[in-house]
């Protein structure tokens, strides 16, 4: 399957999409046209492993890479996961399931493709023949950095650096960043916020200089952000196994459609859903859900989108975002595979921060999307109420997803669709939040956080963010903006 850009022009095969992060016009990789999977083949997949549903989708995509290998690589991904599920489907209420997406070593949703991303990396280099050491920088406000430094730490022929704002991530994520294990990784923070971390990255991506000494070392550049198609695909197989665990445990009938509800930043999570509908998943809606940051929701609503509004810090914080990169793809998709439109577009976002789509397109979105979003006090209520009616606890991000679920069930009472809510972060991730919310404590450190969630849900604490406490801190530089090329290059002297 060959992957073309969102911005026109490139052709390339799926392991230089990956390899390539993004297309050299700024545009991002989708596929030529969407694989289908067939009744039959959904049939045959009803009794597979976690690990074989996803080599079964990837393959579909990902045609050059070997089968066999692919599979060893998921099996080997996914066993790092807690328990024997690494996505489980749990039963909430009457037709209505959470999709558990944080059993991963990170425990965000984030491990359900960068587990994986390493291995399609470098065997997609392999494919390329790009014999170069890779550097993968990453830029994150908080979930994405832990998640790929685990994923790529002591990986061959690769090396990692992530950088983050000083001040915009939690103190539990800088933890688990700064004290990551692994010969070939590297935590540097940034003087500034996030915006000023992920710009001063794009221009070591994209300045000719920089390129100049990087190739002088041998070394090539790569990108584990959502963008990149590697981290899209191994996330629609786990739409394909929550409708395969409904179907096998008589929850639904063959053929029935489903809704779901996706806490959402960069629209990547629920873009994956989208693509899973495309290749004949039958999902009838996807429930875009945000936090107080809500220019998707404004967006769904208006078919204007606008950036130029104020940015909210909130306790779902890797949904603070206002530009949704993966957006891009489907706006791609409604206008009728229009490259030119879709650029001109994200020109108009860089320069003006607002683009709006017609009528039409925003009639075609809606016949699939819709939108809302919870107020901090809204998330508070929507895991204060589930916890108090079921007894699960669920974390700020699935909270805001929770609350905009509710406001759908309220709006449309004789609707008999079942729902599946994203679930992706664990509450440990954010143990003072998750427990004001379901207990009215409010404690200021971190552990005594997760000490008393603990003892007022009796839920397991994962072990990696147990053992947070006793970890060395292996990493505590602070550099300036301006200096990040400074860094990259003393670390790959
Ligand atoms: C990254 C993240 C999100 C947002 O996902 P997108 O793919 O960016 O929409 C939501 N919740 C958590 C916990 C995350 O880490």
Known sequence: ?????????????????????????????????????????????????????????LMKFLDEYDEKELLSACEKAYSKFEGPDPAPLVRLDDGVYILELFHGPTCAFKDMALTVLPYLLRKGCDICGIKQEILVLVATSGDTGKAALEGFKDADGVKIMVFYPNDGVSKMQKLQMCTQEGKNVNVVAVK??????????????????????LAERNVMLSSANSINFGRLAPQIAYYFSAYLDLLSSDQIEKGEQIDFTVPTGNFGNILAAYYAKQMGLPIRRLHCASNLNKV??????????????????????????????????????????????????????????????????????????????????????????????????????????????????????????????????????????????????????????????????????????????????????????????????????
């Not at 500034?192 to 920089?210: H, L, M, P, W």
């Not at 606008?306 to 975002?321: A, G, L």
Request: charge should be negative; proline fraction near 3%.
């Open 296 to 493: 998707l929701t404004d967006f769904l609503q208006t078919g204007v989108y606008d950036v130029r509004r104020e940015f909210y810090k909130t306790t779902s914080p890797s949904m603070d975002i206002l530009i949704s990169s993966n957006l891009e793809r489907l706006l791609f998709e409604i206008s009728g595979r229009d490259a030119k439109l879709t650029a001109k577009r994200m020109a108009a976002l860089k320069n003006d921060g607002r683009y709006e789509i017609t009528e039409e397109e925003r009639a075609k979105i809606s016949q699939v999307f819709d939108g809302g979003f919870a107020n901090e006090e809204d998330c508070v209520e929507a895991m204060y109420d589930v916890f108090t009616d079921t007894g699960y606890t669920m974390d700020t991000h699935t909270g805001c997803a929770m609350k905009v679920a509710v406001d759908w069930f309220e709006k449309n009472k004789k609707d008999e669709t079942k729902m599946v809510i994203v679930s992706t972060a664990n509450p440990y991730k954010f143990p003072q939040d998750v427990l004001y919310a379901v207990t009215g404590n409010d404690v200021k450190d971190s552990f005594k956080g997760i000490k008393r969630l603990h003892a007022a849900t009796a839920m397991a604490v994962p072990k990696c963010l147990k053992e947070l406490r006793d970890k060395p801190v292996r990493f505590n530089k602070t550099a300036d903006r301006k200096s990040l090329f400074d860094e990259v290059l003393e670390f790959i002297k």
């Open 1 to 57: 399957m060959k992957f073309i850009s969102t911005r026109g022009g490139e052709k390339v095969t799926g392991a230089r999409a990956i390899v390539q992060g993004l297309s050299a016009n700024g545009g991002l990789f989708v596929p030529e046209k969407f694989p289908v999977v067939t009744e039959a083949e959904l049939d045959g997949m009803l009794t597979m492993s976690y690990p074989e549903r996803a080599t079964k989708i």
């Open 192 to 213: 500034g916020n996030f915006d000023d971390c992920q710009t001063a990255v794009k221009e070591i991506f994209s300045g000719e200089e920089y390129a100049e000494k």
